[in-house]
């Protein structure tokens, strides 16, 4: 079992997870349930056993409770192996009791099953597999061999065999049937919570590199003046100078490095400004933003912006939050990662909504995945032909859960399909049959008016 890198979560260690404090008041809580039905059954129904052997293991019980309650903090949590010999001493002590109380006709021996249900939950299930195994071979054990329960005149409560085998058979498929089911719960309850980080991370990259771009913005803006003098004068030099070429040239270097310093800081501003002017934009604008990064990967990305029925003829002004850019750019991504060649978004807009349709031109989703698109760790797509389209890339669903998130959280409606022929006709339309991604927003969850008024820009910190 490898150790996770820093800040990774790995289903393989949740059982360092499990707090000890935590187990110990589920245990006081079974043990106090164990001896009210002991004493129950004692007194009230006059069963008789044998009451020395029965609070030896009870106070075995109270001991190694009292111990995880004095000898350890609060706040320890147990390894893997530790959690593993708790869940199988619980275990121990139950078939303890249940073999001097009657063995496998005590009601109570379905109580085995809480260990390995939780074990499913909390460890790998390589321990729960063997726990599970340890826990079928005991209850076999004491359905052989036990100490029968007696009535005050000293009969014997039998129960004919075949209750007794229903009794084991249960207990038995309950063993494996809880821990299967707990673990799967468990594991995808773990997946779906990295995954939720992974978006939470995505979205706070793309908000800091937002932020950043509004520093970038201000300070190319500050140093425009600064770096436009510097250009001047050198120029001048290297029109003074033609006669010195070693100086000129120096000259020329100078005027050279200027306008790369001024490139340079125009591009890293590109990437967001924290303007207010820029927090909204038409739809095409923040459509070519996302797209932006994957229009020189070789593939052909052709925006197609029109009214819907019933939409205005002037494209409607959105908000350009990052959750909208990253969710669409990861969408345009999976298209130009998966397409041939041509990719092509589409948006419409009516008086109500706004529609995105991303198709490329690639194999398509598989069928038999088709229903799980936007779920987290899932295999990747392929060709008809087996082979990866991105080699190398180990996919797992998750940009596209990110994306799916995201958008969802802007207000949008997503749906995952395989698109039928379009186009490929006399005006030399692309014919697309692959992936296609539908996004639908109400359009008062995304729209601005753009004649509204905008907020004033906040002052940088000094």
Not at 108 to 113: A, H
Not at 148 to 158: E, H, I, K, M, Q
Not at 163 to 182: H, K
Not at 367 to 374: N, S
């Amino acid at each position: 079992m490898t150790t996770p890198a820093f800040g990774e979560i790995s289903q393989d260690h949740r059982g360092d997870w499990v707090r000890l404090r935590t187990m110990t008041y589920v245990r006081v809580l079974a043990l106090s349930g164990q001896v009210a039905a002991l004493l129950v059954a004692h007194f009230h129904f006059g069963l008789r056993f044998d009451v020395a052997l029965v609070g030896l293991v009870v106070a075995a019980a109270a001991l190694s409770v009292l111990s995880s309650l004095l000898l350890f903090p609060q706040t320890k949590r147990l390894s893997e192996a530790e959690a593993f010999l708790t869940f199988l001493f619980d275990i121990a002590l139950l078939v303890c009791l249940l073999y001097l109380t009657g063995g496998i006709t005590n009601p109570f021996s379905l109580l085995i099953l809480a260990p390995v249900a939780v074990s499913a939950m909390a460890l790998s299930p390589r321990s729960t597999l063997i726990l599970s195994l340890l826990a079928i071979a005991l209850v076999t054990l004491i359905a052989f061999s036990y100490q029968p329960l007696r009535f005050a005149d000293g009969s014997v409560l039998t129960v004919p065999p075949l209750f007794a085998f229903g009794f084991w058979a249960a207990i038995v498929i309950g063993i494996l049937f809880q821990a299967f089911y707990a673990h799967r719960v468990a594991a995808e309850g773990t997946s779906l919570a990295n995954a939720l980080l992974a978006a939470q991370m995505a979205l706070s990259r793309e908000q800091k590199l937002t932020d950043l771009g509004g520093v970038v913005a201000a300070a190319a803006h500050e140093l425009g003046t600064p770096l436009a003098t510097i250009k001047l004068i050198a120029s001048e030099l290297t029109e003074e100078l033609r006669d010195r070429p070693d100086l000129a040239e120096d000259a020329r270097t100078l005027c050279e490095q200027a306008d790369r310093c001024r490139d340079i800081l125009r591009s890293m501003g590109r990437a967001g400004k924290d303007d207010t002017h820029l927090r909204r934009a038409p739809v095409e604008a923040v459509l070519h933003e996302a797209a932006e990064p994957h229009l020189s990967r070789g593939k052909t990305v052709a925006l197609r912006i029109a009214p819907g029925p019933g939409g205005a003829a002037e494209q409607p002004v959105i908000l350009r939050r990052p959750e909208i850019i990253h969710g669409l750019r990861n969408l345009i991504q999976n298209a130009v990662d998966f397409a041939r060649d041509d990719v092509v978004v589409q948006a419409r807009w009516t008086d109500t909504h706004l529609s995105l349709r991303i198709c490329d031109d690639g194999p398509g989703f598989p069928p038999q995945i088709l229903g799980y698109i936007g779920e987290p760790f899932i295999r990747r797509r392929r060709d008809p032909a087996g082979t990866p389209r991105r080699p190398g890339y180990e996919g797992m669903g998750l940009g596209l859960f990110i994306a799916k998130t995201l958008l969802e959280r802007s207000g949008a409606m997503l749906d995952f399909s395989n698109a039928p022929a379009q186009g490929g006709g006399a005006d030399g339309q692309p014919v697309l049959t692959g992936a296609q991604i539908t996004v639908v927003w109400p359009l008062d969850r995304i729209a601005v008016d753009p004649a509204a008024a905008l907020e004033e820009n906040r002052p940088l910190p000094a």
